[in-house]
């Protein structure tokens, strides 16, 4: 228990790591020496004297990006009509960390080559919600988040991930991807990846040789029909796995379901399974709602005796199952009673 424990906080920690850590430095306190030229601001854009290190030039309908200070660490440009990323504005911008460039009308064309490599201090990058048709590139080896959302994505070049080894979260979730466009190197390079989304493309089977360290896999709103024996193996770290509103069936799942160790938090729901997969006793919330199953057969869900058996100073309750979601199928109640036997810390069955 005290391992599973550990386990669960070392993911909880590590996924924090990655959602918060541009909150926290956007609160970084910097002192006047911190930098060396006079409080410069460009006239389009706004600089609080409370936050030297920040330049916001949002909402301002802007068609060019305006010459970036030396000091600025974060540069807010979303919701204009920028078409260009220039390499001349950001010149001085040598200590730029976070660049938000969402909303705007950038297409692949607009971004000048090296433009975005020569910052070698940035660690996040902002480009939702644009008009790009293919991931940029080069892009600096420093990036830690790639935020590509709801643009036209259906192209990765070879080589465009092989140098970003500190790159920790790739959302590529509503673009236009298909299968065609992932080749086996792909994510090659990719060391650090934890987080992957792509949801909301075009996608009919399983990405390819993921990276090893993803922790987290957001496939929901694909066309995904099937899943291929062995999978996870090459992802031994994922710990939560959404494939809701795809077309996964019971035989196109491999033949030992989701029973794997890692995986604590798995999304099944608005698929076309007539039946409960097999699932791992690490197990903590599923959800199989809206999908065609017609009854709980507790002798197929419950993890065997073996494998609790084989982890018994692991798992002093059974298996670890807390959340179960099956509204939208087509069982009726009440639910079997060895439901709760097997599962003994269920805390919330919606059916």
Not at 33 to 41: A, H, M, S, Y
Not at 46 to 63: Q, V
Not at 245 to 273: M, T
Not at 295 to 301: L, Q
Request: proline content about 7%.
């Amino acid at each position: 228990m005290a391992s599973t424990i550990s386990f669960i906080i070392w993911v909880l920690f590590i996924t924090d790591t990655v959602w918060t850590q541009s909150v926290r430095q956007v609160y970084e306190v910097h002192e006047p020496g911190d930098w060396d030229d006079d409080f410069d601001c460009p006239r389009e854009c706004f600089c609080p004297p409370s936050f030297p290190t920040a330049l916001y030039c949002e909402n301002r309908g802007l068609k060019e990006i305006p010459a970036i200070p030396s000091r600025i660490w974060y540069l807010y440009l979303e919701n204009n009509q920028i078409e260009t990323i220039p390499e001349k504005p950001f010149e001085n911008a040598t200590q730029l960390r976070w660049i938000n460039l969402n909303k705007n009308k950038i297409t692949n064309y607009g971004i000048e080559k090296g433009a975005l490599s020569q910052l070698k201090k940035l660690l996040f990058l902002f480009l939702e919600d644009n008009e790009l048709e293919e991931v940029p590139s080069p892009l600096p080896r420093s990036l830690e988040q790639l935020q590509l959302a709801r643009n036209k994505v259906s192209r990765i070049p070879q080589g465009t991930f092989s140098n970003l080894e500190n790159l920790t979260l790739l959302d590529l979730q509503h673009n236009k991807l298909l299968d065609n466009a992932f080749q086996r190197d792909t994510f090659k390079g990719l060391k650090n990846l934890m987080q992957l989304n792509m949801a909301k493309n075009a996608l009919r089977n399983m990405p390819p040789r993921l990276p090893a360290n993803t922790m987290q896999l957001f496939l929901d709103n694909n066309s995904i029909e099937g899943i291929p024996e062995n999978y996870f193996n090459v992802i031994p770290k994922v710990a939560f796995l959404r494939l809701n509103h795809n077309k996964l069936s019971d035989s196109g799942l491999p033949s030992s379901g989701f029973d794997v160790s890692s995986i604590l938090d798995l999304q099944l729901s608005h698929n076309k399974l007539t039946k409960f997969p097999r699932i791992n006793a690490h197990l903590q919330h599923l959800h199989l709602d809206h999908n065609k199953i017609k009854r709980v057969n507790v002798s197929v869900i419950c993890p065997t005796s073996t494998a609790l058996h084989a982890e018994q100073d692991v798992f002093i309750h059974g298996p670890q199952l807390s959340y179960l979601r099956l509204d939208g199928n087509e069982i009726r109640p009440p639910i079997p009673m060895d439901l709760m036997t097997c599962f003994r810390l269920l805390q919330a069955v919606i059916i």
